[in-house]
């Protein structure tokens, strides 16, 4: 049996406490006590989860430049999770605009995106998936396309509160 899913990542931040509120305060993390007294680290875990954490953060100091991944340097451009519905994909967008942290959101046909910037200029996504059930032409065509994400329009389509899904994963 091969691998079925990430259990957690690790990022390297200037200051792990201030990077932990973020995620705390925008997204609903929890913080777990792994390594309690270990300076610099905070480990995350998502609201829902049943992994041990989701995300852990070390402190690098303030000092560190910026990340140059995907300008100058080799690195991972985004982590991304998942949310149940589009209302919450709705609620985190206000949530993520608020906080000066929302960059961009996008239809990707099969999925409904945001992408959003911790306070080091981290990217990260935040996607609802269509249930497989409710897959139709026009999603799977949209699949080779980017298009600018209309929150309204999906919600009227598909349903504010419809629990999103493992849509053409399964």
Do not use: C
């Given at each position: ?79 991304a999770w998942e949310v149940d519905t589009l209302d919450e994909l709705a609620r985190l967008a206000h949530t993520l605009r608020e906080h000066g942290a929302l960059v961009g959101a996008s239809d990707h046909g099969t999925t409904k995106s945001l992408y959003a910037k911790d306070p080091d200029g981290l990217e990260f996504e935040v ?44």
């Amino acid at each position: 049996m091969g691998i079925n899913r990430l259990n957690h990542a690790v990022l390297y931040v200037r200051d792990a406490d201030r990077s932990a509120e973020f995620y705390v305060d925008v997204l609903g993390f929890r913080r777990i006590a792994i390594a309690e007294g270990m300076k610099g680290a905070v480990f995350l875990q998502a609201p829902g989860s049943t992994n041990d954490h989701d995300l852990g953060l070390f402190s690098v100091g303030d000092a560190a430049a910026p990340s140059e991944a995907g300008r100058r340097t080799v690195g991972m451009y985004h982590l991304a999770w998942e949310v149940d519905t589009l209302d919450e994909l709705a609620r985190l967008a206000h949530t993520l605009r608020e906080h000066g942290a929302l960059v961009g959101a996008s239809d990707h046909g099969t999925t409904k995106s945001l992408y959003a910037k911790d306070p080091d200029g981290l990217e990260f996504e935040v996607a609802w998936i269509i249930p497989a059930d409710l897959l139709d032409d026009e999603a799977m065509a949209g699949r080779s396309s980017v298009r600018p994400l209309d929150l309204a329009r999906e919600q009227g389509r598909y349903g504010a509160s419809t629990p999103g899904g493992v849509g053409i994963s399964r």
